[in-house]
């Protein structure tokens, strides 16, 4: 069975510019997260989808990211435009369905360097 | 508010050394608890869990024992491999509500040396 996949793997960009990054969750899997991972920290989470709806984007900060999850499938996270803190690790994970103890399957996430 | 604090690294061993991780939880509820582990360039993957107290989780020679009067979930192995070298996140994630959020410690990078 394929893994939560992510690309790209390595981003570079400048500062002020957008910047896109795209999941794609294991088949059937109806709940999709985004995690947001600073040097030296764990995970927090930006967004979770159950199917397309977004149920808690509480930490998402709206100024500047957005996400989508069309057809409840795949999932793009963008961020525009990008600042120097924003470099990090974005994570996408996946669950078959929501509850306290499903576990959640990790990508291998992005790393974004802003310069 | 709920969080996860796990003891600073990093943690360097010799090959079959005794390993323990330390892990203490603040929670509102009666939380899930969970060991993940980060292999270099890899994701997040699950290592062990437990969802009520003194449950004990186990995986790969890991366990931890759900300990709620002294809200700690400490990874035990008792000898560790070159191939354990990892980053590993304490974790714990409550039911009820539609709060299912993982929330994560700072991760422990362990090391271990032939």
């Known amino acids: 069975e394929a893994g939560v996949v992510q690309s790209p793997r390595y981003k570079i960009i400048e500062k002020k510019q957008p910047v896109a990054f795209w999941c794609n969750p294991i088949?059937?899997?109806?709940?999709l997260y985004w995690y947001l991972q600073n040097l030296g920290q764990g995970p927090e989470l930006l967004i979770r989808y159950e199917n397309e709806e977004a149920v808690d984007d509480s930490q998402l900060p709206k100024d500047r990211f957005s996400a989508e999850r069309l057809k409840g499938v795949d999932s793009t996270l963008k961020i525009q435009p990008a600042e120097l803190g924003d470099s990090a690790v974005y994570l996408c994970?996946?669950?078959?369905?929501?509850?306290?103890?499903?576990?959640?399957?990790f990508g291998p996430g992005t790393r974004l360097t802003v310069l | 508010g709920n969080s996860v604090t796990q003891m600073e690294g990093p943690v360097t061993l010799s090959e079959e050394a005794f390993l323990t991780i330390n892990c203490t939880y603040t929670a509102t509820g009666y939380p899930s608890l969970f060991w993940y582990v980060q292999y270099p360039g890899e994701g997040l993957q699950l290592l062990l869990k437990?969802?009520?107290?003194?449950d004990k989780g186990s995986n790969k020679g890991f366990e931890a024992t759900y300990r709620k009067e002294t809200t700690s979930f400490h990874l035990e192995k008792g000898s560790v491999q070159v191939s354990d070298s990892a980053v590993y996140f304490c974790a714990l994630r409550l039911s009820g509500g539609s709060n299912y959020k993982l929330t994560f410690g700072k991760g422990t990078l362990l090391t271990v040396n032939p």
């Open positions: 088949s059937g899997h109806n709940t």
């Open positions: 437990a969802t009520k107290a003194d």
């Open positions: 994970a996946s669950s078959s369905r929501e509850g306290p103890t499903d576990t959640q399957y």
